[in-house]
């Protein structure tokens, strides 16, 4: 188990955090939760970058040397909260460049990650080669049930490669083979997916332009000009960018999701029904074709005219069909954003699924009826009177029952602090809109009883 601490950051004064199957963060606007989905995707995304498992300079000489050595893969396991903690460090102080603000904003932001009761497998056999260039290779190599590494260097002539290198390679194998099956490798949508599924082309389009008029120029370098424009968005936003920008080459690919259409049909009937179509490249761009209906013609809505909640669904649907990874986790800011409160029990529904099909989700919500939903199916994991019935009359599969262990929610108060919430056998205890709603329904009885004949 990992648990993440937080202290300033941004505008959260204080929290930690534990990954469950369902995570979900609560609170008004402006009081940190992005700050903290973000910060969970970045660790997890640079993870390797972050961690260092040293190899001492005598073994990187030998290395160098005699060609082979081996490391024992213990001595990084029975240290690993320390190198945890190396890591943490490293990622706050690199925060400002993640989310590219002043180098200031961060300064007093502190990140611990705490570890406990890992479940690391060293059994398991590992092989791996990393190339570099056409004449040297790093191969790797484990034995099952064998603590050692052996590594061994391939090359002809002396090796070239530097030995920052040499360390870095190593060090994320390591990690790679460590925690591949422990860290889930992450998948954000932020909240400004609507807009880059919206935009995404044309600022393709205006980046070549831009390029052809200032490659005519000696004064400016364009390369700097295109990389300092780059730079102006946060991490996440950047890589939902970079991701939609590729898509005539990734939505070739299939998701474990598509790879098995039979086994996840709960999954794809659910993204179905939010959708109410599909979508479809055409080479040139990329058209919403709504589900027929009768008497009605069969339409094709370039992306860039359908509905604010089509563009917003539209790196969901990619994502499912495309990118998904089994034992990763989904990171969604908003997933209510521009959905009808129908599509937002819908949203729930699908995340439920989505859970069970071994995908981590967490969200960051402010969304009642969302919360309300995803509460119905943890109180399907009690013992109810005519359940099945109950399901079958609302097309509810085993798929949709959460276990209340499989969630953990958070709420980011006022006073920027984040507090874990109880979920128990009824669900997510969100008095935070349940007062809310209270008090709307108190003000409408007062005006209603005081409204004159």
Do not use: W
Request: one cysteine or more.
């Amino acid at each position: 188990m990992i648990e993440f601490c937080f202290e300033n950051l941004g505008y959260v004064d204080k929290g930690k955090l534990k990954l469950a199957d369902l995570t979900v963060i609560c609170g008004e606007n402006n009081v940190g939760k992005t700050y903290v989905s973000y910060a969970v995707y970045g660790f997890l995304k640079h993870f390797k970058q972050l961690i260092k498992f040293e190899v001492s300079d005598v073994d990187i000489e030998e290395l160098k040397n005699s060609g082979s050595i081996q490391v024992d893969l213990m001595q990084y396991i029975d240290n690993l909260p320390h190198y945890f903690e190396q890591a943490g460090e490293r990622f706050a102080q690199g925060l400002y460049r993640y989310f590219n603000v002043s180098d200031d904003f961060f300064e007093k932001t502190k990140l611990k990650l705490l570890v406990s009761a890992l479940s690391i497998d060293v059994d398991e056999p590992f092989k791996g080669i990393i190339n570099f260039g056409q004449v040297e290779k790093l191969r790797f190599e484990k034995a099952p049930h064998s603590k050692q590494l052996v590594i061994a260097l391939q090359l002809k002539g002396k090796s070239r490669i530097p030995t920052e290198i040499l360390e870095d390679v190593i060090s994320e194998t390591i990690a790679d083979y460590l925690f591949s099956d422990i860290l889930p490798k992450p998948f954000v949508m932020t909240s400004e997916r609507t807009g880059i599924s919206l935009f995404y082309t044309e600022l393709d389009t205006n980046r070549n332009a831009l390029v052809n008029h200032l490659t005519d120029t000696d004064k400016i370098d364009p390369i700097k000009l295109l990389n300092s424009m780059r730079s102006r968005y946060a991490k996440p936003i950047q890589d939902n960018i970079d991701v939609i920008r590729d898509y005539d080459n990734l939505n070739k690919q299939k998701s474990f999701i598509r790879q098995d259409r039979k086994k996840y049909k709960g999954i794809l009937d659910s993204l179905q029904a939010l959708l109410g179509g599909s979508f479809k490249n055409t080479g040139k761009q990329i058209n919403y074709h709504p589900r027929k209906e009768r008497g009605r013609d069969r339409v094709a809505v370039p992306v860039y005219i359908a509905s604010s909640s089509i563009k917003s669904l539209f790196l969901l649907d990619y994502y499912i069909n495309c990118l998904a990874e089994e034992k990763g986790i989904l990171i969604i800011d908003e997933p209510e954003l521009n959905l009808h409160p129908n599509n937002q029990r819908k949203m729930a529904n699908l995340i439920a699924r989505l859970v069970n099909a071994g995908v981590k989700v967490l969200i960051t919500t402010h969304s009642d009826y969302l919360v309300r939903e995803l509460n119905n199916r943890i109180m399907l994991s009690n013992d109810v009177i005519d359940k099945e019935i109950l399901m079958q009359n609302e097309s509810l599969i085993f798929e949709d029952i959460l276990k209340p262990e499989q969630v953990a929610a958070y709420v980011m108060t006022k006073k920027h602090i984040l507090e874990a919430v109880p979920v128990d056998e009824y669900g997510i205890n969100m008095k935070l809109f349940d007062n809310l709603i209270t008090e709307a329904n108190k003000l409408a009885d007062d005006i209603y009883y005081n409204i004159k004949d």
